[in-house]
Protein backbone atom coordinates (compact mmCIF):
# COMPACT_ATOMS: atom_id res chain seq x y z
CA UNK A 1 0.00 0.00 0.00
CA UNK A 2 1.22 3.74 -0.82
CA UNK A 3 2.35 5.09 2.30
CA UNK A 4 -0.19 7.92 3.18
CA UNK A 5 -1.84 9.05 5.93
CA UNK A 6 -4.61 11.32 6.49
CA UNK A 7 -5.14 12.85 10.28
CA UNK A 8 -7.67 13.02 11.71
CA UNK A 9 -9.29 10.32 11.00
CA UNK A 10 -12.86 11.93 12.49
CA UNK A 11 -13.44 15.53 13.29
CA UNK A 12 -16.74 17.21 14.47
CA UNK A 13 -16.20 21.00 14.52
CA UNK A 14 -19.07 23.64 14.77
CA UNK A 15 -20.27 26.24 11.76
CA UNK A 16 -17.06 28.75 11.97
CA UNK A 17 -14.38 27.58 13.25
CA UNK A 18 -11.38 26.84 11.08
CA UNK A 19 -10.38 23.76 10.58
CA UNK A 20 -7.23 22.22 8.98
CA UNK A 21 -6.62 18.33 7.39
CA UNK A 22 -3.53 16.93 7.19
CA UNK A 23 -2.20 14.37 4.56
CA UNK A 24 1.39 13.12 4.81
CA UNK A 25 2.85 11.07 2.32
CA UNK A 26 6.10 8.22 2.57
CA UNK A 27 6.66 7.80 -1.28
CA UNK A 28 8.44 11.28 -1.98
CA UNK A 29 5.99 11.74 -4.98
CA UNK A 30 5.39 15.11 -6.36
CA UNK A 31 1.86 15.13 -7.08
CA UNK A 32 -0.54 15.38 -3.99
CA UNK A 33 -4.15 16.13 -4.29
CA UNK A 34 -7.75 16.83 -2.10
CA UNK A 35 -10.84 15.35 -2.91
CA UNK A 36 -14.26 15.46 -1.27
CA UNK A 37 -16.81 12.26 -1.86
CA UNK A 38 -20.44 13.18 -1.59
CA UNK A 39 -23.91 11.20 -1.86
CA UNK A 40 -24.72 11.30 -5.53
CA UNK A 41 -21.25 13.33 -6.71
CA UNK A 42 -18.84 10.53 -6.53
CA UNK A 43 -15.26 12.41 -5.41
CA UNK A 44 -14.77 15.72 -6.71
CA UNK A 45 -11.05 17.20 -6.72
CA UNK A 46 -11.04 20.43 -4.42
CA UNK A 47 -7.33 21.31 -5.27
CA UNK A 48 -3.50 19.82 -5.96
CA UNK A 49 -0.12 20.23 -5.65
CA UNK A 50 2.60 19.65 -7.95
CA UNK A 51 5.18 20.84 -6.52
CA UNK A 52 6.18 22.11 -3.01
CA UNK A 53 4.61 25.74 -3.10
CA UNK A 54 2.96 24.72 -6.27
CA UNK A 55 -0.63 24.59 -6.25
CA UNK A 56 -3.79 24.67 -7.91
CA UNK A 57 -7.77 25.15 -8.11
CA UNK A 58 -9.69 21.86 -8.70
CA UNK A 59 -13.51 21.60 -9.25
CA UNK A 60 -15.02 22.61 -5.92
CA UNK A 61 -12.50 24.74 -4.43
CA UNK A 62 -14.25 27.73 -2.84
CA UNK A 63 -14.17 28.22 0.90
CA UNK A 64 -10.72 26.09 1.21
CA UNK A 65 -7.41 26.30 0.69
CA UNK A 66 -4.12 24.39 0.94
CA UNK A 67 -0.70 24.70 1.50
CA UNK A 68 2.98 22.65 0.41
CA UNK A 69 5.52 23.47 2.56
CA UNK A 70 7.48 19.92 2.50
CA UNK A 71 7.31 17.42 -0.19
CA UNK A 72 5.69 15.00 2.39
CA UNK A 73 2.80 17.17 3.35
CA UNK A 74 -0.15 18.85 2.23
CA UNK A 75 -2.53 20.56 4.65
CA UNK A 76 -6.61 21.35 3.64
CA UNK A 77 -7.78 24.18 5.33
CA UNK A 78 -11.24 25.84 6.00
CA UNK A 79 -11.03 29.00 6.79
CA UNK A 80 -14.42 29.25 8.25
CA UNK A 81 -16.29 26.04 8.27
CA UNK A 82 -20.01 25.67 6.74
CA UNK A 83 -22.13 22.64 7.38
CA UNK A 84 -22.43 22.36 3.12
CA UNK A 85 -18.61 21.33 3.93
CA UNK A 86 -19.10 18.04 5.69
CA UNK A 87 -18.17 15.64 3.80
CA UNK A 88 -15.76 12.76 3.62
CA UNK A 89 -12.12 14.06 2.67
CA UNK A 90 -9.15 11.93 0.79
CA UNK A 91 -6.22 12.45 -0.10
CA UNK A 92 -4.47 11.12 -2.48
CA UNK A 93 -0.26 11.19 -4.74
CA UNK A 94 0.92 10.57 -8.06
CA UNK A 95 4.49 10.35 -8.60
CA UNK A 96 3.96 12.16 -12.05
CA UNK A 97 0.51 13.79 -12.45
CA UNK A 98 0.07 12.06 -15.88
CA UNK A 99 -3.15 10.70 -16.74
CA UNK A 100 -1.85 6.67 -17.56
CA UNK A 101 -0.07 6.89 -13.87
CA UNK A 102 -3.02 5.77 -11.08
CA UNK A 103 -3.49 8.01 -8.37
CA UNK A 104 -3.02 6.54 -4.98
CA UNK A 105 -5.71 7.16 -1.76
CA UNK A 106 -5.39 7.88 1.73
CA UNK A 107 -8.42 6.21 3.47
CA UNK A 108 -10.18 9.69 4.55
CA UNK A 109 -11.37 12.21 7.10
CA UNK A 110 -14.83 12.10 8.36
CA UNK A 111 -15.40 15.77 8.60
CA UNK A 112 -18.99 16.50 10.51
CA UNK A 113 -19.74 20.21 10.95
CA UNK A 114 -22.81 21.29 12.99
CA UNK B 1 -22.44 19.12 -16.21
CA UNK B 2 -21.19 15.65 -15.24
CA UNK B 3 -19.01 13.96 -17.90
CA UNK B 4 -18.58 10.53 -16.29
CA UNK B 5 -21.54 8.70 -15.53
CA UNK B 6 -22.50 5.22 -13.91
CA UNK B 7 -25.82 5.59 -14.10
CA UNK B 8 -26.88 2.57 -12.49
CA UNK B 9 -26.40 3.22 -8.93
CA UNK B 10 -26.26 -0.37 -7.50
CA UNK B 11 -26.00 -3.85 -9.01
CA UNK B 12 -26.76 -7.37 -7.33
CA UNK B 13 -25.46 -10.37 -8.67
CA UNK B 14 -24.59 -14.09 -7.44
CA UNK B 15 -21.61 -15.59 -6.16
CA UNK B 16 -19.76 -17.28 -9.31
CA UNK B 17 -22.05 -14.92 -12.10
CA UNK B 18 -20.50 -12.23 -13.47
CA UNK B 19 -20.41 -8.75 -13.01
CA UNK B 20 -20.60 -6.04 -15.75
CA UNK B 21 -20.38 -2.46 -14.15
CA UNK B 22 -21.27 0.13 -16.76
CA UNK B 23 -19.81 3.64 -17.49
CA UNK B 24 -20.76 6.64 -19.77
CA UNK B 25 -18.41 9.50 -20.59
CA UNK B 26 -19.25 12.69 -23.04
CA UNK B 27 -15.72 14.00 -23.31
CA UNK B 28 -14.20 13.22 -26.16
CA UNK B 29 -11.21 14.56 -25.35
CA UNK B 30 -10.57 11.96 -22.34
CA UNK B 31 -8.00 9.57 -23.53
CA UNK B 32 -7.90 7.12 -20.26
CA UNK B 33 -9.86 5.29 -18.31
CA UNK B 34 -9.62 3.70 -14.70
CA UNK B 35 -11.71 1.54 -12.49
CA UNK B 36 -11.36 1.74 -8.56
CA UNK B 37 -12.85 -0.27 -5.86
CA UNK B 38 -13.76 1.17 -2.73
CA UNK B 39 -14.93 -0.56 0.89
CA UNK B 40 -16.38 1.33 3.46
CA UNK B 41 -13.78 3.88 5.81
CA UNK B 42 -11.50 2.84 3.25
CA UNK B 43 -9.78 5.12 0.46
CA UNK B 44 -10.63 4.05 -2.97
CA UNK B 45 -7.49 1.53 -4.49
CA UNK B 46 -6.95 1.12 -8.29
CA UNK B 47 -8.59 -2.07 -9.63
CA UNK B 48 -7.92 -1.21 -14.10
CA UNK B 49 -7.45 1.08 -16.87
CA UNK B 50 -7.43 1.41 -20.03
CA UNK B 51 -5.96 3.34 -22.56
CA UNK B 52 -7.83 4.57 -25.66
CA UNK B 53 -6.18 3.16 -28.05
CA UNK B 54 -7.26 -0.40 -26.99
CA UNK B 55 -10.09 -1.45 -26.57
CA UNK B 56 -9.84 -4.46 -24.27
CA UNK B 57 -7.12 -4.88 -20.84
CA UNK B 58 -7.51 -8.14 -18.71
CA UNK B 59 -6.11 -8.72 -15.14
CA UNK B 60 -7.19 -11.91 -13.90
CA UNK B 61 -10.74 -11.73 -12.56
CA UNK B 62 -11.34 -8.13 -13.92
CA UNK B 63 -11.64 -6.90 -17.94
CA UNK B 64 -12.37 -3.62 -19.34
CA UNK B 65 -13.73 -2.86 -22.43
CA UNK B 66 -13.76 0.84 -23.90
CA UNK B 67 -16.09 1.40 -27.00
CA UNK B 68 -15.06 4.97 -28.49
CA UNK B 69 -17.65 5.22 -30.86
CA UNK B 70 -20.40 4.73 -28.08
CA UNK B 71 -18.59 6.37 -25.77
CA UNK B 72 -18.90 3.64 -23.34
CA UNK B 73 -16.27 1.45 -20.68
CA UNK B 74 -17.49 -1.37 -19.02
CA UNK B 75 -15.86 -3.55 -16.08
CA UNK B 76 -16.48 -7.37 -16.16
CA UNK B 77 -15.48 -9.24 -12.82
CA UNK B 78 -15.77 -13.25 -13.81
CA UNK B 79 -16.48 -15.22 -11.20
CA UNK B 80 -17.69 -12.58 -8.50
CA UNK B 81 -17.38 -13.56 -5.28
CA UNK B 82 -18.47 -12.13 -2.04
CA UNK B 83 -15.27 -10.05 -1.21
CA UNK B 84 -15.97 -8.07 -4.63
CA UNK B 85 -18.79 -6.45 -2.67
CA UNK B 86 -17.74 -2.49 -2.49
CA UNK B 87 -18.41 0.65 -4.71
CA UNK B 88 -16.94 0.63 -7.92
CA UNK B 89 -15.59 4.41 -9.51
CA UNK B 90 -15.30 4.90 -13.02
CA UNK B 91 -12.66 8.02 -13.57
CA UNK B 92 -10.87 9.15 -16.60
CA UNK B 93 -8.56 12.21 -17.58
CA UNK B 94 -8.16 13.88 -20.57
CA UNK B 95 -4.52 15.20 -20.66
CA UNK B 96 -1.67 12.94 -21.38
CA UNK B 97 0.80 15.33 -19.81
CA UNK B 98 1.40 16.37 -16.12
CA UNK B 99 -1.06 17.97 -14.30
CA UNK B 100 -3.37 15.72 -15.80
CA UNK B 101 -7.17 15.30 -13.91
CA UNK B 102 -9.26 12.62 -12.83
CA UNK B 103 -12.82 13.38 -13.48
CA UNK B 104 -14.75 10.53 -11.46
CA UNK B 105 -18.10 8.86 -11.76
CA UNK B 106 -20.66 8.67 -8.72
CA UNK B 107 -20.19 4.80 -8.08
CA UNK B 108 -21.89 1.54 -8.42
CA UNK B 109 -22.86 0.01 -4.99
CA UNK B 110 -21.97 -3.79 -6.23
CA UNK B 111 -23.33 -6.52 -3.95
CA UNK B 112 -22.62 -10.26 -4.10
CA UNK B 113 -24.38 -12.61 -3.24
CA UNK B 114 -22.96 -16.15 -1.37
Known amino acids: DAGITQSPRHKVTETGTPVTLRCHQT?????MYWYRQDPGHGLRLIHYSYGVKDTDKGEVSDGYSVSRSKTEDFLLTLESATSSQTSVYFCAISPTGQGDQPQHFGDGTRLSIL | DQQVKQNSPSLSVQEGRISILNCDYT??????FLWYKKYPAEGPTFLISISSIKDKNEDGRFTVFLNKSAKHLSLHIVPSQPGDSAVYFCAASAEPGANSKLTFGKGITLSVRP
Open chain 2, 27 to 32: NSMFDY
Open chain 1, 27 to 31: ENHRY
